[in-house]
């Protein structure tokens, strides 16, 4: 077992130097813009151009679909928050295809009483991709 190891600490490591070609990037990367929008009462962080799995819609594949409970967006960052939403803001999508979720084994039991219930489910999602953020 050694004793109180010394750290070799290279110069410079640690300091927070940012080359002009990173900083660049993150300066680009704040202008981007996102929304957390709620659809069936799960919450999703989206930008343009994302691809999501939600839980299924009623809309056909090709078909545009309008998600207006955004809770919260940001353009530029500005960052505006709802109470509970947005006035006015939408994001749009269009539905890629419908889908099936990934097998889930359901299984009960109590002990010492021969009860065994053995079921398994698979969840109907909807995968979309994200068009356009209007009205921020």
Do not use: W
Not at 46 to 59: K, P, S
């Amino acid at each position: 077992m050694r004793k109180n190891p010394k750290k070799l600490v290279a110069p410079g490591v640690g300091l927070s130097y940012n080359p002009p070609s990173i900083m660049m990037a993150v300066m680009e990367k704040n202008e981007e813009r996102y929304a957390i929008v709620d659809c069936d009462g799960r919450q999703y962080r989206v930008e343009e151009g994302d691809i999501l799995l939600v839980n299924r819609l009623d809309a056909e594949p090709g078909e545009t679909v309008v998600l207006d409970r955004v809770l919260a967006a940001e353009a530029s960052g500005e960052v505006k928050i709802g109470s509970p939403c947005l006035e006015g803001v939408t994001v749009k999508a269009r539905v890629i295809s419908h889908e099936r979720g990934k097998k889930i084994l359901v299984f009960k039991f109590k002990r010492r009483k021969d009860y065994r219930r053995k079921r398994g489910h698979r969840q109907d999602l909807t995968r979309i991709r994200i068009e356009s953020i209007e009205g921020i």
